[in-house]
């Protein structure tokens, strides 16, 4: 592949994780927290453990999504699979407000034990938008 035709490819990838729920998203956690949002601090927050208050399981975002956000996941429990959450392989992520406001309640309180707070849903919400 050509180096202008790479280019435009990782260009039409990246607009698409740009979406305007995701903006809008992170203008009010923004707001909110007075935060600088890092991808790196995402990972990290992805990928820490959480011991659960009901049974003392240990948990973390990788628990059901996996560490490559690119691949299919599984939850824990059900079994039900869960289509990779990259946006870059998945353009059904991260376009709707109001889903990815309920995923990342349910998901926060189900791995932390609370919701999250507005800095860690930017963290989270921007390492999830560059994969």
């Known amino acids: 592949m050509g180096v202008l035709a790479m280019g435009g490819a990782v ?9 305007p729920a995701v903006d ?23 990928r820490k453990e959480f011991v659960s208050e009901k049974g003392g399981d240990i948990r973390s975002c990788t ?19 869960i289509e990779p959450l990259a946006p870059s392989v998945n353009g059904e992520r991260l ?8 995923w990342l309640k349910r998901n926060c309180k189900w791995t932390i034990g609370r919701e999250c707070s507005a800095e860690e849903k930017g963290h989270l919400l921007t390492f999830i938008q560059a994969q």
Do not use: P
């Open 95 to 102: 376009v709707k407000t109001k889903t990815i406001k309920k």
């Open 24 to 46: 809008g998203l992170l203008d009010l956690y923004q707001r909110e927290s007075n935060t600088k949002f890092s991808a790196q601090t995402g990972s990290e927050i992805w």
């Open 11 to 19: 260009g039409n990838v990246l607009a698409a994780a740009n979406t």
């Open 63 to 81: 628990t059901c999504h996996t560490s490559n956000l690119s691949a299919k996941g599984a939850h824990v429990k059900t079994k039900k699979v």
